[in-house]
T-cell receptor
Framework: AQSVTQLGSHVSVSEGALVLLRCNYS??????LFWYVQYPNQGLQLLLK????ATLVKGINGFEAEFKKSETSFHLTKPSAHMSDAAEYFC????????????WGLGTSLAVNP | DAGVIQSPRHEVTEMGQEVTLRCKPI?????LFWYRQTMMRGLELLIY????????DSGMPEDRFSAKMPNASFSTLKIQPSEPRDSAVYFC????????????FGSGTRLTVV
């Protein structure tokens, strides 16, 4: 069965500092991996996705993630945090079965301090 | 495209009352998903439809919950009778079969049962 673990339910960084949100996955087949962002009182938006092409994936708003098979990780990074990055971030793995559902992590809340 | 449209945005109801949440998916998307989001359990998939047919309702918590998709442009999630533990944000998402992991989420309905 596939699963996703997000390490750290809350992360706090200073404005301008590096953002690192951790995600580890478990999958018996090559995974499709996703990061979504949820701003307050809004739905989820796709930040980026890995679908077995380049291992370094660039997304919107300056975010990127690197797929590391040996570490079963797909950590999300941004070199310099902005106040507007404060949000909830979800990592997800695509169900390898026919139904192609997303299996979600519990989310990481990112706070950005001035 | 207006995106996935959910109504109402907020619902406050008394315990025991019937609650109906509505969703209009993106035109042309053939899959529709209902999710529930709570602090304790994160994002839970309740049910999803392909071509208006329910495919997997294993996430529906109990018989008080029911979902329908009478046509490709409309779905409802009904709770009858509602209980305080049903308080959550309910999201609808739709997907195009040509982009199997391309989910678009609505802004959610925040349900409070008092």
């Amino acid at each position: 069965a596939q699963s996703v673990t997000q390490l750290g339910s809350h992360v706090s960084v200073s404005e301008g500092a590096l953002v690192l949100l951790r995600c580890n996955y478990s999958s018996s087949v090559p995974p499709y991996l996703f990061w979504y962002v949820q701003y307050p009182n809004q739905g989820l938006q796709l930040l980026l996705k890995y679908t077995s092409a380049a291992t370094l994936v660039k997304g919107i708003n300056g975010f990127e993630a690197e797929f590391k098979k040996s570490e079963t990780s797909f950590h999300l990074t941004k070199p310099s945090a902005h106040m507007s990055d404060a949000a909830e971030y979800f990592c997800a793995v695509g169900d390898a079965g026919n139904n192609r559902k997303l299996i979600w992590g519990l989310g990481t809340s990112l706070a950005v301090n001035p | 495209d207006a995106g996935v449209i959910q109504s109402p945005r907020h619902e406050v109801t008394e315990m025991g009352q019937e609650v109906t949440l509505r969703c209009k998916p993106i035109s042309g998307h053939n899959s529709l998903f209902w999710y529930r989001q709570t602090m304790m359990r994160g994002l839970e998939l309740l049910i999803y439809f392909n071509n208006n047919v329910p495919i997997d309702d294993s996430g529906m918590p109990e018989d008080r919950f029911s979902a329908k998709m009478p046509n490709a442009s409309f779905s409802t999630l009904k709770i009858q009778p509602s209980e305080p533990r049903d308080s959550a944000v309910y999201f609808c998402a739709s997907r195009d079969h040509r982009n199997i992991y391309g989910y678009t989420f609505g802004s959610g309905t925040r349900l409070t049962v008092v």
